[in-house]
């Protein structure tokens, strides 16, 4: 019958068991989280006058492109699989994934790509200094060395990503316990299922890019040279593709995570579940179709910038339903403000500036002016800060009680939030000024004129920072002593996660579990 | 060895993934290495190479035994299914950015060198004189600078115009070749499902002489176009929407075509397949299905209409 882990460091070499994978991949990600986040850090410290004082320009340029990178590639998405792995095969009443062991190669690749894209800052003429769009010429023509590195760790990243999301795909379509319909699945398996759909899609697209460039550089290929017949521009097309989907795969998951909170603490169930559904296959579908609105300024037909525009606008009514039903869920809910639903709310508050600003990006004559500003910088800050890291910071929250048996500290855990989200609000809300006045991103000096928000910015981010410093505190502290939790956890939630033990026992499901 | 817990499989720990991510890694940390002029490139590449190797014929063993040792539940097998099918669905991805890039370069980019599409400024300014047609035979850099250009066009492009009859026509041949490859392995999908053992091997043997002789016709236009055509990867993006279309298709013709040559071993020497439990072949042949699809794109795409 059941075994339990085996022992000593091959325990995690070699595991093959869900709930292992799901932690080397949060505990990976929250290692790159902070690499990225002291990346993060060098460019704020440098920023927070005018004038260059620290580094040097070049150097902010690979701090710009490697924060970037490592926080798309190795924090969010690395997060969210944890997630997955953790949570789908518990939620849908399966035993473990679907394929065990490709399971774990996911995993093990993911520390060899980022040893080997974080190598290239020690390399001859320095990391990618690109920007992490690495748009052509300047990561073929002008590109440091490091760039064949560069070009390969990506490729190695997205097969991780590729078998990761086939996985969770083969997982919930085919071990879902019986009675567990698709309509009955919990949002966070729904949102899944979609997200492992638009990597599996996009992430080959990507895999595209890279070797293009690889054979741009390296083999005399004119895909971006223009001498050739070729076009730089179709780098930009190519890439956001793969990009567009690729920041929807960064907050699919979120809106699961944040389905599941609201509802256990305003003690109702999810309002529109289905609505929600639609919502994000429809989310889904039009990721493909606006990817040139990050290109209006490139120089497109007006038909195209037309076309762009509209679509990308259509994306703000499937999300309009997400945000109406989160606020309808608590509508006369009996609420409570744990740490978990702090995060999830402001989630909803902050996401949604976000979409706003989003929208106001999304108009091709006013993109003209904020094209490349620090007004985008904020923008997508909105996003990716208070929706895809605070929708995992809650879902730590939510669901650590369940992965390791212990409480967490309410008050240390309340202080972390308004930490951090003092700090965000303070980091990423100036950036909208300093944005529309016109001070353009990725570049380590500044007009006067824009001092003021810079400082402030500066000031955020560090405390922003610490604020992390303080999570990883409580995480440590909550596994190793903490107050014991009940199965339940929380009062009356849904899943089939709360009907289990916590911590959870090694193997959950040796038989199917029964769904009403 | 995998147990089975109550009605569901869970594998025991495994040595393989870890090795298999590491030969990964050693693999195209070696090709980056090889590729910007280090010495240890070479051999790193090739030791990754061979460490992944390894993996792979012990993983696929191991899969095997599991299989034939009746550890795979029904369940199980059709998660390999899905996992196969979603792969599949990744290739067509990669090949429809190359695809896509073939088709923007033609419809959009060129012309707009070429000064069709509402910025004659491009043109007049930056590339005076050339004229967008496709094939590309003359690059934009071969307009402004002629004998000192550094993007030089090709003498002869691949497309149909410019051979005299279909019948000598080398793309033809390889399509007509890749289509019946498609056929014959059909035929000994449904050999094996009829149990009948020798006309499985012989389709899926035929399967992999047609396959060989695709891919040696593959070699000998590839050699033409280089020696006689100066067609090379460097000629402008004719060629290097020609190479890498049709390079990465023949890649993955070589790749079906070790699959298939696997299963027909595997069937020769070992006697595996059941008429019920074949799916080792069956994913074999769908992605060798896939690759014909391909192809028959590039045979429009490339050919016909190039």
């Keep these: 019958?059941?075994?339990?882990?085996?022992?000593?460091?091959?325990?995690?070499?070699?595991?093959?068991?869900?709930?292992?994978?799901?932690?080397?991949?949060?505990?990976?990600?929250?290692?790159?989280?902070?690499?990225?986040?002291?990346?993060?850090?060098?460019?704020?410290?440098?920023?927070?006058?005018?004038?260059?004082?620290?580094?040097?320009?070049?150097?902010?340029?690979?701090?710009?492109?490697?924060?970037?990178?490592?926080?798309?590639?190795?924090?969010?998405?690395?997060?969210?699989?944890?997630?997955?792995?953790?949570?789908?095969?518990?939620?849908?009443?399966?035993?473990?994934?679907?394929?065990?062991?490709?399971?774990n190669w996911s995993f093990w690749i993911l520390p060899f790509a980022f040893l080997m894209l974080v190598s290239t800052l020690?390399?001859?003429?320095?990391?990618?200094?690109?920007?992490?769009t690495f748009y052509a010429p300047l990561s073929t023509t002008y590109a440091p060395p490091s760039v064949t590195f560069f070009i390969f760790a990506i490729h190695i990243m997205g097969a991780s990503s590729i078998m990761g999301a086939i996985n969770i795909i083969a997982t919930i379509l085919n071990m879902r316990a019986p009675g567990m319909t698709l309509m009955k699945m919990p949002l966070f398996v729904w949102t899944w299922l979609i997200t492992a759909y638009l990597l599996i899609a996009v992430m080959p697209v990507l895999a595209g890019v890279v070797t293009m460039m690889l054979m741009d550089i390296h083999f005399g290929t004119s895909f971006f040279d223009a001498a050739g017949g070729g076009d730089p521009v179709l780098f930009q097309h190519v890439f956001w593709f793969f990009g567009h989907p690729e920041v929807y795969i960064m907050i699919l998951p979120a809106f699961g995570i944040v389905s599941a909170i609201i509802p256990t603490f305003a003690r109702k169930p999810l309002f529109g579940y289905s609505s929600m559904v639609y919502a994000t296959a429809s989310i889904a579908f039009l990721s493909f179709i606006v990817w040139a609105h990050h290109m209006f300024t490139v120089g497109m037909p007006i038909a195209g910038e037309l076309f762009f525009m509209y679509a990308t606008m259509l994306i703000a009514v499937p999300t309009g339903v997400k945000v109406f039903n989160w606020v309808a869920t608590m509508f006369r809910g009996a609420m409570t403000f744990e740490t978990p639903m702090l995060f999830a709310v402001a989630f909803v508050i902050l996401f949604t500036i976000g979409g706003f600003s989003g929208l106001m990006l999304a108009i091709a004559p006013a993109d003209f002016q904020y094209h490349d500003t620090y007004f985008v910088v904020a923008h997508f800050h909105y996003v990716l800060v208070p929706g895809a890291i605070f929708s995992i910071t809650a879902a730590v929250y939510y669901w650590l009680p369940k992965w390791c048996g212990h409480m967490y500290n309410e008050a240390m855990g309340k202080a972390h939030f308004w930490l951090a989200f003092i700090g965000l609000n303070l980091t990423f809300f100036p950036m909208h000024f300093s944005g529309l006045a016109g001070m353009p991103r990725r570049i380590p000096d500044y007009h006067m004129m824009f001092a003021d928000w810079n400082m402030l910015s500066s000031v955020g981010a560090f405390l922003f920072g610490g604020a992390q410093v303080l999570f990883l505190y409580i995480?440590?502290?909550?596994?190793?002593?903490?107050?014991?939790?009940?199965?339940?956890v929380w009062d009356n939630p849904e899943g089939l996660e709360?009907?289990?033990?916590?911590?959870?026992?090694?193997?959950?499901f040796s038989t199917p579990p029964e769904v009403k | 060895m995998a147990t089975s817990e109550g009605t569901y499989y869970v594998p025991e720990q495994s040595k393989l993934p870890l090795w298999a991510s590491f030969g990964l890694f050693l693999t195209v940390f070696g090709a980056a290495n090889w590729i910007n002029g280090n010495s240890s490139g070479p051999y790193l590449f090739m030791a990754g190479g061979l460490v992944f190797a390894v993996v792979l014929w012990n993983w696929f063993g191991a899969v095997i035994n599991e299989n034939m040792a009746g550890l795979n539940s029904a369940q199980l097998k059709r998660s390999y299914v899905w996992g196969m099918g979603w792969f599949i669905f990744s290739e067509v991805m990669f090949f429809a950015a190359f695809f896509g890039a073939l088709f923007y370069i033609r419809n959009i980019a060129l012309p707009e060198l070429g000064g069709a599409i509402d910025d004659t400024a491009t043109n007049e300014f930056l590339w005076k004189g050339f004229e967008a047609s496709w094939p590309l035979m003359n690059t934009p850099a071969e307009a402004v600078s002629g004998d000192a250009a550094t993007v030089k066009g090709p003498d002869q492009s691949m497309s149909f115009s410019q051979v005299g009859s279909i019948w000598s026509w080398l793309p033809f041949w390889n399509t007509v070749i890749l289509l019946s490859s498609s056929v014959t392995v059909h035929f000994a999908h449904s050999a094996i499902k009829n149990n009948a053992r020798r006309a499985f091997n012989a389709w899926l043997g035929a399967t992999?002489?047609?396959?060989?002789?695709?891919?040696?016709?593959?070699?000998?236009?590839?050699?033409?176009?280089?020696?006689?055509?100066?067609?090379?990867?460097?000629s402008g993006v004719y060629g290097t929407t020609f190479f890498m279309l049709t390079g990465f298709h023949g890649m993955h013709v070589f790749l079906g075509t070790f699959m298939l040559t696997v299963m027909w071993l595997r069937s020769v020497l070992k006697g595996h397949f059941k008429p019920d439990d074949n799916f080792g072949f069956e994913a074999a042949s769908w992605y060798w299905h896939f690759v014909d699809v391909v192809w028959v794109g590039l045979f429009f795409a490339v050919y016909i209409f190039g």
């Excluded at chain 1, 020690?122 to 992490?132: E, I, R, S, T």
């Excluded at chain 2, 891919?215 to 067609?231: D, I, K, P």
């Design chain 1, 122 to 132: 020690f390399m001859q003429g320095g990391a990618p200094n690109f920007g992490w």
């Design chain 1, 475 to 488: 995480v440590v502290s909550t596994i190793l002593k903490g107050k014991k939790a009940t199965a339940e």
């Design chain 2, 208 to 234: 992999i002489v047609l396959a060989i002789v695709f891919l040696f016709l593959q070699v000998e236009e590839y050699l033409h176009a280089y020696h006689e055509m100066g067609l090379t990867l460097q």
């Design chain 1, 1 to 103: 019958m059941a075994h339990g882990p085996a022992k000593g460091i091959t325990r995690w070499l070699y595991t093959t068991n869900h709930k292992d994978i799901g932690s080397m991949y949060l505990w990976f990600s929250f290692a790159m989280f902070f690499l990225g986040g002291i990346f993060a850090l060098v460019i704020r410290a440098e920023l927070f006058q005018p004038g260059l004082q620290i580094v040097e320009p070049n150097f902010f340029n690979q701090m710009t492109t490697m924060h970037g990178l490592i926080m798309v590639f190795g924090a969010v998405m690395p997060a969210f699989v944890g997630l997955a792995n953790w949570m789908i095969p518990m939620m849908v009443g399966a035993p473990d994934m679907a394929l065990p062991r490709m399971n």
């Design chain 1, 498 to 508: 709360w009907t289990v033990p916590s911590p959870a026992p090694y193997h959950t």
